[in-house]
């Protein structure tokens, strides 16, 4: 059990914390101590996963699993839930890194399927875009709870979080946190695509949502889009190309512009952007695996400056370009491979 955890079982009896006004009471004495906020957020999320199991994915555990066998109905059952959440939201720390952003997801999908009030959800999806470059693909697939939503998963949830950390100040939004952000929106659009009801103008709104420089790569934006692609067939040549605009093909990998070449369902245009893109790169990769070679064979005798290489450097230089024509051979050949179906496809 980690420090925060055996800290948050400390401070109370677990037998006294059912009543939930005795715990804020408790809580607020604390805090009046100076303790440290982090430790605040340890004893309110220990106190929350012991009496909501939902947050913690334990049925083991007791807590509300015991009303919902009691006499009272369900109703009762969810309005106390209900009740538990926003007091939870109401006591949380105001310092942003004071609880896990997995643990607030957590608290986020009760908190939608109970049916909280507006501004609780919306204090909840604040603190959570705070720390989104910290949230699991696994804790941000919320599903949808509202019946005006036809998607499974709530993707205008997702959305609402990914707008509010981009508008972040800088000091709270670093690059680094913006590109673990674009690798989450990613695979999180991989797995909503597979669902036949999210539409076009959603996919494209979420994907579109970051800026071009937060992905260091589109591989992950391209299979997204090739599974949106093979979940939804009846999608027209243009919302094809609508999709394919979203991608540079660029900063695609050789291997993601070896499958996009092969890939029946992008438009042809797509397929020859990727393949012109790569042979760009291999053009560059040649004539600078030329100049390299050039730049490592020195005159001494034109130049009484330049030092005498070693045995040991020559040997090191050598197998170095080797190497780079190893490489160029074996980038060569793949575009030899992607013009292939590329010529097929066009005829």
Not at 73 to 83: D, E, G, H, L, Q
Not at 239 to 260: F, M
Not at 297 to 324: F, H, W, Y
């Amino acid at each position: 059990m980690n420090k925060l955890a055996v800290a948050g079982e400390c401070w109370f009896d677990d037998a006294c914390i059912l009543d939930m006004d005795y715990f804020v009471k408790t809580l607020a004495g604390i805090k009046a101590k100076g303790v440290r906020p982090d430790l605040i957020g340890s004893i309110i999320a220990h106190y929350a996963s012991k009496w909501l199991p939902d947050l913690t994915g334990d049925i083991t555990e007791k807590g509300f699993s015991e009303l919902e066998n009691s006499p009272d109905n369900i109703t009762a059952s969810w309005m106390k839930k209900r009740f538990f959440v926003e007091t939870l939201v109401g006591i949380l720390p105001p310092e942003r890194d004071s609880v896990p952003c997995n643990f607030l997801l957590r608290l986020l999908r009760i908190a939608n399927m109970v049916g909280v009030e507006p501004t609780y959800r919306a204090e909840l999806e604040k603190r959570v875009s705070w720390r989104l470059d910290q949230a699991s693909l696994n804790e941000l697939m919320i599903p949808s709870f509202s019946h005006t939503c036809s998607t499974l998963l709530d993707v205008e949830l997702v959305m609402r979080l990914v707008k509010r950390f981009l508008n972040l100040d800088e000091a709270s939004r670093s690059g680094a946190a913006l590109v673990k952000v674009a690798k989450l929106v990613d695979c999180y659009l991989s797995e909503a695509a597979v669902d036949s009801s999210l539409s076009l103008s959603e996919f494209i709104d979420l994907a579109g949502a970051l800026p071009s420089h937060a992905r260091s790569t589109d591989d992950g934006l391209y299979r997204a889009i090739d599974t949106y692609l093979k979940a939804h067939l009846g999608v027209s040549k243009q919302e094809r190309k609508a999709l394919c605009r979203l991608i540079d093909s660029r900063k695609l990998s050789p291997e993601a512009s070896y499958h996009a070449a092969q890939n029946e369902r992008l438009p042809v245009r797509a397929v020859i952007q990727a393949l012109f893109s790569e042979q760009t790169k291999l053009n560059r990769f040649i004539d600078w695996s030329g100049s390299f070679s050039g730049a490592r064979s020195p005159n001494p005798g034109l130049d009484p400056s330049v030092r005498c290489l070693s045995k040991r450097e020559v040997t090191a230089q050598q197998m170095e370009i080797r190497k780079l024509r190893e490489d160029v051979i074996r980038l060569q050949s793949q575009c030899t491979c992607m013009q292939v179906p590329l010529i097929a496809k066009i005829s």
